[in-house]
């Protein structure tokens, strides 16, 4: 019994029920209170002004008999009013008190106490009241049967009338010859204001008992039976039943409320659901992580431990750490795990053991402490991590240091760090003393720049950072003299910055011996030319010498010579000594030993000087040079000794291939020609030398090029002459290719880029 009154004291429909209801009854009892009030005070002005009508209306209908002082008719008048029904008295006092009228003629004539309760209304003060409203004249008191009774006096007042009458005895100082005293009965009245009340009342209860009635529903269908499924579904959520149904079919916040805890229980589903993922995963991590895991307490014995450490030291629960990792009987020096409880922060150290095969094996350890709610180091966990491969690889590594420093320092060839930035010298190899003439004191920390000449530094800081290989570059040795090198670059990282990995190669002997071979070429090619030379100047100094003879002649002979002929004469002598002029001038020009450089040429001018000092041995030959000239070539990069060389061991060596197809006999034959073409194609401009002599097998072709090789009989051919053309082509930026076929003849095909925006010369290695 006691827990059912619990519940209810406990329960929110009934507080709520109980709040109503009060209200309800509360409010209802204030209505019905007000409403009988207003209607009974409404009924008591009605039947007051009823009363002080009738007053009035009597005093005026006795008046004319009072005029006359007819007693009789004023008596009647009384009487026949107090016979309606409802009316208890009429009476009429005088000044005395003494009842003068009355509709109950027993009571003429007698005295009434002036202190009663019916004069007592003017005469509770001395001297009486005249003037009173009228509810100071009216009263209530109770009849001998026990109905209420109300009463109204009324003053009659003096009138002039009376007091200047001859049958009457009013002074006229007297303003109040009495009073006029109606009572009439409430019975009825209070009759019909107790069944109103009683209405009021009933209604009232009917009306309570109604609202209750539905607000008990109300709450009972849409608050209490929502609350109960509501609480229903929060049991089932918060005892595990994250879908259970909470069917609140409502639109209202009851509908909504059981919206939102489902979706809560929905909500709280996954996360319980994600939560046990972390927690599945984080035992996984911790059972399968490659790590030794331990969970020690102040004693430093294991809590708690993962599968590896398990698997590796077959610990069990309450065993020191000391004991399982290293075997000991005493705690470690140095202890992490001890420095973690002492200070409360994570701390790491390295550990080692010596296993039974001799072996060493490494960890490195690394704590942390592990708290209660009220902020007390409780446990601590120690991750250890097998280190014993890193610590073997950083002996490798150091090993590897140690012999590629010795590798570094040893390469022959001079290795350079550069800062890709400002180019700077960060390191270098002891080569570098060895071709520059630096110390690695000296140079580490100098720009790489200063090895350049002056006048090339601006040139080569952009293509340092731009390139991969610069071929022939004029750098300075510590004493000033110049060093040819070959640079090769590489971007690279050095210990926390980018930088350029420089190797150059000294190639100053081979570029001295290239020159010694590009010189001897020429000697040879002026050795094979020699034939055709002296032709060329045999020619003009036949002229000479006819025309010398000629003169003499006429000399000695003393005969006369025209002046005309004379002067013929002398001219040819004139301009045959400046075509022998010229002719051993181009021969000493390009006999000389000349710094090599590139400048800006029409290449046809170049193919037409060559072709000049070889003409005549063509024609003596019997062959046919065509020219497939194009006159508008735009200008290329290249040296003009160097390229004429190049054309003139070309024309040698179709001259020879034509030479050997007809076995050397001067025979005029159709097919002996040299064709020479230049045109432009593309970005560049094109030379074909074209022979119809015996052609290049494919064998050949494939070695034409390399050096010392040659087709031509002992004592006929050096093998240089292609391949130091090649070289010469390939430093002018240019491409030398061959096509041929065996007994067809053979060209050669040089191609040379357009170099539109080149400025002046540029030299480069050679000299």
């Known amino acids: 019994m006691i827990l059912p009154i619990q519940n209810l004291q406990r329960s929110l429909f009934t507080k709520l029920t109980l709040l109503v209801g009060m209200t309800l009854l509360a409010s209802m009892l204030i209505w019905a209170y007000f409403n009988i009030n207003y209607h009974k005070n409404r009924i008591t002005e009605d039947i007051m002004a009823s009363t002080n009508r009738l007053t009035n209306t009597i005093r005026l209908g006795a008046h004319y008999a009072m005029m006359l002082n007819s007693r009789d008719d004023i008596t009647q008048i009384i009487s026949n009013i107090g016979k309606q029904k409802g009316i208890a008295h009429i009476r009429i006092y005088n000044k005395e008190g003494q009842i003068k009228f009355s509709n109950m003629p027993a009571e003429v004539n007698t005295i009434t106490n002036i202190k009663a309760e019916a004069c007592d209304i003017c005469h509770r003060t001395d001297p009486p009241l005249v003037d009173l409203s009228l509810e100071q004249r009216t009263r209530f008191f109770h009849a001998p049967e026990g109905h209420r009774l109300l009463g109204i006096i009324s003053p009659i007042c003096n009138e002039p009338s009376c007091s200047t009458d001859a049958c009457h005895v009013h002074p006229a100082d007297k303003s109040i010859l009495g009073a006029l005293d109606v009572v009439i009965s409430l019975e009825k009245t209070d009759l019909e204001i107790f069944r109103y009340q009683k209405g009021i009342l009933w209604l009232s209860i009917f009306l309570f008992l109604m609202t209750s009635a539905l607000i008990f529903l109300f709450m009972l269908r849409f608050v209490n039976r929502p609350i109960k499924k509501l609480i229903d579904g929060t049991r089932n959520i918060g ?139 409780v446990a601590v966990m120690e991750v250890c991590l097998d280190i014993t491969r890193r610590k073997q690889l950083e002996d490798s590594l150091e090993r590897s240091e140690k012999k590629y420093h010795a590798i570094f320092n040893n390469i022959p060839n001079p290795v350079f760090v550069l800062d890709v930035e400002n180019l700077e010298i960060l390191d270098c190899n002891e080569s570098v003393e060895t071709v520059y003439g630096y110390s690695s004191e000296e140079i580490i920390r100098k720009p790489f720049l200063d090895l350049f000449q002056e006048s090339e530094k601006s040139q080569y800081e952009s293509r340092l950072r731009s390139s991969t290989v610069l071929n022939k570059v004029q750098q300075t040795h510590k004493n000033g003299r110049t060093v040819f090198v070959d640079i090769w670059l590489s971007p690279s990282e050095y210990p926390g910055r980018k930088v350029l990995l420089v190797a150059t190669s000294d190639i100053t002997q081979r570029l001295e011996a290239e020159q010694q071979f590009i010189q001897a070429s020429k000697m040879a090619t002026l050795g094979e030319m020699a034939t055709g030379v002296a032709h060329e100047l045999n020619q003009p100094l036949s002229v000479i010498k006819t025309a010398s003879s000629f003169l003499i002649k006429k000399a000695s002979r003393q005969e006369p010579v025209a002046d005309d002929i004379r002067i013929n004469m002398l001219q040819k002598i004139d301009s045959n000594v400046d075509r022998a002029t010229r002719i051993i001038l181009h021969m000493r020009q390009f006999a000389r030993k000349s710094e090599a450089c590139l400048e800006r040429i029409n290449i046809n001018d170049i193919l037409e000087k060559a072709f000049e000092i070889f003409s005549q041995q063509l024609k003596v030959r019997a062959i046919e040079v065509i020219w497939e000239i194009d006159r508008n070539l735009p200008l290329v990069m290249g040296d003009p000794g160097r390229l004429e060389q190049v054309f003139i061991n070309l024309l040698l060596n179709a001259r020879d291939a034509i030479e050997d197809r007809w076995n050397g006999k001067n025979i005029d034959h159709p097919d002996k020609r040299i064709t020479l073409t230049t045109r432009l194609t593309h970005r560049h401009v094109r030379v074909d030398i074209t022979d119809t002599g015996t052609g290049i097998s494919k064998a050949v072709q494939e070695k034409i090029f390399e050096p010392f090789f040659t087709t031509k009989e002992v004592g006929k051919g050096t093998g240089l002459g292609l391949s130091i053309s090649y070289g010469i082509i390939k430093e002018c930026g240019g491409t030398i290719t061959l096509q041929s076929e065996e007994g067809n003849g053979a060209t050669f095909t040089i191609l040379f880029p357009i170099q539109e925006n080149a400025n002046g010369t540029c030299h480069f290695a050679g000299g």
Not at 305 to 324: I, P, S, T, V
Request: proline share 4%; glycine share 8%; charged share 30%.
């Open 239 to 377: 005892a595990g039943n994250y879908d259970y149904p909470i069917e609140v079919n409502q639109t209202d916040e009851m509908g909504l409320l059981a919206k939102a805890i489902f979706d809560m229980g929905t909500e709280i589903a996954r996360k319980q659901a994600e939560l046990n993922r972390q927690r599945d995963e984080y035992q996984n991590l911790f059972e399968l992580v490659p790590c030794l895991i331990t969970i020690q307490d102040s004693s430093y014995r294991l809590i708690r431990y993962n599968g590896e450490f398990l698997e590796r030291f077959q610990a069990k629960q309450g065993d020191y750490c000391y004991q399982a990792y290293m075997g000991k009987n005493v705690r470690c020096d140095n202890c992490p795990v001890e420095r973690t409880f002492s200070d409360g922060k994570p701390h790491y150290g390295e550990e080692s053991r010596k296993n039974d095969d001799g072996t060493i094996t490494y960890w490195m350890a690394r704590t942390s402490p592990m708290k209660n709610d009220s902020g007390d180091i």
